[in-house]
């Protein structure tokens, strides 16, 4: 069954560095997002990707993150300088069509330290 | 605003059947979803319904959505230890554009 893959499972960061993570959705997928959940806390939609542009973003989604598709098959979440807050799982999914089904990854731990 | 809440914890004996309640405030979601998280790992998609539909059936899963209350369920039938785990549940938030709302999740403990 196609999934979609994530990497780095876990990373340690000290705060104020750059970190990216990255997301390859499943091939024929068109919608791509990141969510992350916070220890404990709910998942929380943070951005939508489609046709190589953002179409919805979060509040939490401010200046210090950012979205690229740099080929045909990765998508990635920038985050430039790292906060304690940041401290979460971020999952990437992707869908075939808008309002579809969304499939996830198996996220990735960020850890800033 | 957009919300979907669930009740926290849950524990029932290995055998029993389980029922998981969400609500949510949103009508326009065209499907809303079961998802399921093992500890340390990602969300795994359980089931889905349609918003037309009333009841989907998928083996022990039964999902029952009415639209009047705005209240979702999921039943699992024979609940086993390998059932233990957070179900959240979710939906599309206004204008259906892919933006999910979760609810805070479910803890379901199945005891031996």
């Known amino acids: 069954e196609p999934e979609v893959t994530q990497t780095p499972s876990h990373q340690v960061t000290q705060m104020g560095q750059e970190v990216i993570l990255r997301c390859v959705p499943i091939s024929n997928h068109l919608y791509f997002y990141w969510y992350r959940q916070i220890l404990g806390q709910k998942v929380e939609f943070l951005v939508s990707f489609y046709n190589n542009e953002i179409s919805e973003k979060s509040e939490i989604f401010d200046d210090q993150f950012s979205v690229e598709r740099p080929d045909g098959s990765n998508f990635t979440l920038k985050i430039r300088s790292t906060k304690l807050e940041d401290s979460a799982m971020y999952f990437c999914?992707?869908?075939?069509?808008?309002?579809?089904?969304?499939?996830f990854g198996a996220g990735s731990r960020l850890t800033v330290l | 605003g957009e919300d979907v809440e669930q009740s926290l914890f849950l524990s029932v004996r290995e055998g029993d059947s389980s029922v998981i309640n969400c609500t949510y405030t949103d009508s326009s979601s065209t499907y809303l979803y079961w998802y399921k998280q093992e500890p340390g790992a990602g969300l795994q998609l359980l089931t889905y319904?349609?918003?037309?539909?009333d009841m989907k059936q998928d083996q022990r899963l039964t999902v029952l959505l009415n639209k009047k209350d705005k209240h979702l369920s999921l039943r699992i039938a024979d609940t086993q230890t390998g059932d233990s785990a957070i179900y959240f549940c979710?939906?599309?938030?206004?204008?259906?554009?892919?933006?999910?709302?979760f609810g805070q999740g479910t803890t379901l403990q199945v005891k031996p």
């Open positions: 319904i349609f918003s037309n539909m």
């Open positions: 999914a992707s869908s075939p069509l808008r309002a579809n089904v969304l499939t």
């Open positions: 979710a939906a599309y938030g206004s204008g259906n554009t892919g933006k999910l709302i």
